[in-house]
């Protein structure tokens, strides 16, 4: 069944988005309705687009909306998807005000698609980060129970929006010339080039930052377990496109390295997985040595939808312990082919 499509965003979650509908040919109706706060042209998913500026009336006769803008009490979700909803639309949302919602369903379709009901209208897509981190994690989860995890993320600059992405454009040459760097401080608090800053979004009262708030309490709604023990340090690392995270889980039951290496190489098992793991320890093999992966890596056609694990350890100074590194690219598993592959789940099970 082809469907009226709409998206609210044109940034880089909403360019992605355009062109990830076109790449698996997601049965449309038409033209995909593109709004933003203004209308304009736009190139959007490798063509110039119509951009109109949202309203009640660009609302009308949609199926289903992507919303990819800015959050907050001024952000496009806030503002417009209950309009979406009530106009009849189903939407899935990239936005973080809803995901907490209780009757807002937080999905990950490799992990709960089955949240999603015949009376959901609104889908939350989670944060990055958490995304990467549960596609990896809720095998192991099943096979041995994690009860606590322990993140460090090493974030990209497109992970906060355009603005960040021309920050590092702009900053990198500014260095390597000698000059100091131009730097908006309501973008990123430092200049990000050649640096590294542990800091994404806003720093809360108890010292931690919104969004290791959110890799806490979205991992435990994903996962449906409120119990799971999960402690974030969230970074932002001077790279264009791809979060990286090293992850150190506790079991209840004992999981070897190489039981979890077995368990995350079985595609039936761990949808979306792929594991890098063979360090060399012998002299170089040359640059196609398989070894671990690096954000760079999501830049190669086979690797570009999945979810990179390596550097897969045992943990010794814990009882099941494990040490992880995954990768991922945060603009296309971390918001827009998640947001896709969402609605692809609700087609094939004829909840659209
Ligand atoms: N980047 C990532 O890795 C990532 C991952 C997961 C989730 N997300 C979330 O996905 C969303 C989009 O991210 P992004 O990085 O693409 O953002 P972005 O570069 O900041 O772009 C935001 C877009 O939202 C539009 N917008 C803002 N307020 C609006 C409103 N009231 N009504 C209609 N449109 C409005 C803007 O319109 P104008 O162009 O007219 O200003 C702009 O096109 C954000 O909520 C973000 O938190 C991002």
Redesign the pocket.
Known sequence: MALNVGL????????RLASILKERQFPMNGDLRV????ARS?ELGGETVQ?NE?SDEQLDGLDLVF?????GA????V??APTAIDKGAVVID???DFRMFPNVPLVVPEVNMDAVSPETKHIA????ST?QMVVALAPLHRAARIKRIVVSTYQ?V??????AVDELLQQAPDMLDGRPPRHDPTVMRKPIAFDVLPHIDSFLPDGYTKEEHKMVNETRKILGDPNIQVTATTVRCPVMVG?AESINIETVRPLSAHEAREILSDAQRSPGVVVMDEPNTEDYAGPDEPTYPTPRDVELPEYKDAVLVGRIRQDDTVDHGLNLWVVSD??RK??ALNAIQIAEQMLARKLL
């Open positions: 609210v965003g044109v940034g880089p979650v909403g360019d709004m933003a706060t203004r736009e951009v949202i919303f990819a803008g800015r959050e001024k952000g496009a979700s503002l417009w990239n936005a973080s897509n989670p944060n990055c995304i990209s497109s992970g906060w929006g355009q603005a979060h945060n603009l971390g918001a």
